[in-house]
Nanobody, 123 residues
Framework: QLVESGGGLVQAGGSLRLSCAASGRTFSSYAMGWFRQAPGKEREIVAAISWSGGSLYYADSVKGRFTISRDNAKNMVYLQMNSLKPEDTAVYYC??????????????????WGQGTQVTVSS
């Protein structure tokens, strides 16, 4: 089970930190990802992190502004979002790949999803 929190309404240029609490004893064996879906658009990957935290991926649209991190001792993954823009408005989802130690290369490699948390950036 994945449970996101931390969304909300923020002005452009502001910051938010999303958190995702994961259940299960093998959290540290899974890569994790953050996705988002804006109204009328397809869900897109925002960032991903390897199970060790040593390898990171960011979509071009968020590079330099967002930071993904994880705390394997707490079964948590985070998304720090800075310099937010109105186009960042979306529902943000935490996701876990379909099996342990899989390096995801597409959204199809993710099989578990949270319920999502709304992020709204006003101009």
């Amino acid at each position: 089970q994945l449970v996101e929190s931390g969304g909300g309404l923020v002005q452009a240029g502001g910051s938010l930190r999303l958190s995702c609490a994961a259940s299960g004893r093998t959290f540290s064996s899974y890569a994790m990802g953050w996705f988002r879906q804006a109204p009328g658009k397809e869900r897109e990957i925002v960032a991903a992190i390897s199970w060790s935290g040593g390898s990171l991926y960011y979509a071009d649209s968020v590079k330099g502004r967002f930071t993904i991190s994880r705390d394997n001792a707490k079964n948590m993954v985070y998304l720090q979002m800075n310099s937010l823009k109105p186009e960042d408005t979306a529902v943000y989802y935490c996701a876990r790949p379909i099996r342990e130690r899989l390096t995801p290369t597409s959204s199809g490699d993710f099989g578990s999803w949270g319920q999502g948390t709304q992020v709204t950036v006003s101009s």
